[in-house]
C-alpha cells in the first residue's frame, strides 16, 4: 500500500518541496525516510505545507536565476577533450556524462553528472553539441571537441604523423 507523504526537500523524478506524493513502500522506507526527504502526511505534517511551498517558491525564484547565468556561462565555454584513437581513426575509450560534468567544472561551472544529458557514452571524434538540464528546468547547450591525440585543435596532424607517411612513400617507389 502507497502511503501519502509531505516532501520536505526536491526529490527527482517524484516531485517538489511542499507537494502531497505518494511512493511505493520500500522506497518511502530506504531511501525518503532515512535521508530526510519527505515524512508521513499527517494533520501536524499538512500544516506545515504551506509554509514549505512558500519557502521552495522563493528557492525556486533563486535557482532559476542562478540556472540561467549558469546556462550563458555553459553555452559561452567550449570544452574539449583529447583522447586516443587507433590508426584507423576509432576511440580507444568513449565520453560519458561523468567526463563531460568533470571537463566543465575544471572550467569552473559547478555542473552535476545528473545535468548532463547524454544517454550513451559518445564514440566519435569531432564537435558534439551536448544538452544539459539544469535547475529549474533551465537547459543549457554546450560545445564538446574531441579531438584525437596527435592532431591540434585546428585539426592539423602532428609533426610525427607526416614522416610516418613519408617513409612509407619511399619504400613503394615504381621501378
Known amino acids: ?15 517538489k518541496k511542499g507537494e502531497i506524493v505518494t511512493a511505493k513502500p520500500g522506497y518511502v522506507r530506504n531511501y525518503l525516510f532515512p ?65 563531460i560534468a568533470q571537463l566543465l567544472q575544471e572550467k569552473g561551472l559547478p555542473v552535476e553528472k545528473k545535468s548532463v544529458l547524454v544517454t550513451k557514452p559518445i564514440k566519435v571524434t569531432g564537435a558534439h553539441k551536448i544538452s544539459l538540464k539544469l535547475k529549474e528546468e533551465i537547459t543549457a547547450i554546450c560545445s564538446l571537441s574531441i579531438i584525437p591525440e596527435g592532431v591540434n585543435a585546428a585539426g592539423i596532424e602532428a609533426v610525427t604523423a607526416p614522416i610516418v607517411k613519408a617513409e612509407e612513400n619511399e619504400t613503394e617507389t615504381p621501378e
Open 1 to 15: 500500500m502507497k502511503q501519502q507523504l509531505l516532501l520536505l526537500q526536491d526529490v527527482d523524478s517524484l516531485g
Open 35 to 99: 535521508k530526510g526527504f519527505a515524512v508521513v502526511a499527517s494533520t501536524n505534517t499538512l500544516r506545515k505545507q504551506e509554509a514549505l511551498r512558500a519557502e521552495r517558491e522563493k528557492q525556486a525564484v533563486i535557482d532559476r536565476k542562478e540556472s540561467e547565468e549558469l546556462a550563458m556561462q555553459v553555452e559561452a565555454t567550449p570544452i574539449e577533450i583529447r583522447v586516443k584513437v587507433d590508426p584507423e581513426g576509432h576511440m580507444y575509450g568513449s565520453v560519458s556524462a561523468a567526463d
